[in-house]
C-alpha cells in the first residue's frame, strides 16, 4: 500500500493530490456555512473561490451587506468540523462538495445603522424567529 502525499498549505487545510479524485479537507471550524434571511447563503472556504482574499468572515459579511445596501438582516453560522472537496491541484479551484458536517450554530444581525453585526442570544429567540433562522 502506497502513503497518500498530503500538502498542507494556505493555513486552512490540507491538500491531498494523491487520492482520485484529487481533495482538499479544511481544517476544524475554518469553513462557516452561512445563511442570509429564508433565500441566500453561502459556504464560506477562506482562500478559496469568491473568499480568495480573506479569511474574517466578518469582513467579507459586512462589505457583502453594504454591497447590497441592506437596512437589517438575520445570520446564521453554522461552522463546520467537517469541509471536504474535490480539487484541481493544478488551479486549485474548489469542485463538489464531498462531504460536510457542523458543529456550532450561532445568530447574528446586521444593522445598518451602526454597520455592525451582533450577535444574538439564541435563548432569546422567539419560535417565529427560531423557524426563520432554520
Known amino acids: 500500500m ?3 502525499r498530503k500538502i498542507e498549505k494556505f493555513g486552512v487545510g490540507n491538500l491531498y493530490p494523491d487520492i482520485h479524485p484529487p481533495e482538499f479537507s479544511f481544517f476544524k471550524e475554518k469553513c462557516i456555512d452561512v445563511a442570509l434571511g429564508y433565500d441566500d447563503g453561502f459556504t464560506f472556504t477562506p482562500k478559496f473561490g469568491n473568499f480568495k482574499e480573506t479569511e474574517d468572515i466578518f469582513d467579507y459579511l459586512k462589505q457583502y451587506l453594504e454591497d447590497k445596501e441592506l437596512e437589517k438582516l438575520d445570520i446564521r453560522f453554522d461552522t463546520l468540523k467537517t469541509c471536504i472537496y474535490q480539487i484541481n491541484p493544478e488551479t486549485l479551484e474548489l469542485g463538489e462538495l464531498l462531504e460536510c458536517e457542523g458543529s456550532d450554530v450561532e445568530y447574528f444581525e446586521w444593522n ?14 422567539s419560535e417565529e424567529e427560531e423557524e426563520y433562522f432554520h
Not at 445598518?112 to 429567540?125: A, G, H, M, R
Open 2 to 4: 502506497t502513503e497518500q
Open 112 to 125: 445598518k445603522q451602526t454597520k455592525s453585526i451582533d450577535e444574538v442570544d439564541s435563548n432569546s429567540l
